[in-house]
Nanobody, 123 residues
């Protein structure tokens, strides 16, 4: 399974971006898809997750109300809509896939990772 992120870039504070994660092959209904981010000098942190089957979502407290994760099962694509962006959202954003749900927020629970896309929010 290959994951390819796109949609990153430079945006001013208060702006919006939508990240996409294209999955190389059909994923099964047991899959959970997640977004993580890593800022320079910091550990990778959980952002949001969605389950292919049922669409249940989870969010980090820092992004609740600003970010929305969604999926297009027919297109095998997961999105992260990011609104009201802040400079502290600046990071490399990674898409990840978990074959069988064991938890949403632990990075070690995910089986596949994309290479990341840079998001920079200027103040």
């Amino acid at each position: 399974v290959q994951l390819v992120e796109s949609g990153g870039g430079l945006v001013q504070a208060g702006g919006s971006l939508r990240l996409s994660c294209a999955v190389s092959e059909r994923t099964f209904s047991t899959y959970t898809m997640g977004w993580f981010r890593q800022a320079p000098g910091k550990e990778r942190e959980f952002v949001a997750a969605i389950r292919w089957s049922g669409g249940a979502t989870d969010y980090a407290d820092s992004v609740k109300g600003r970010f929305t994760i969604s999926s297009d099962n027919a297109e095998n694509t997961v999105y992260l809509q990011m609104n009201s962006l802040k400079p502290e959202d600046t990071a490399v954003y990674y898409c990840a896939a978990q074959r069988f749900f064991r938890g949403a927020s632990g990075s070690s629970l995910y089986d596949y990772w994309g290479q990341g896309t840079q998001v920079t929010v200027s103040s």
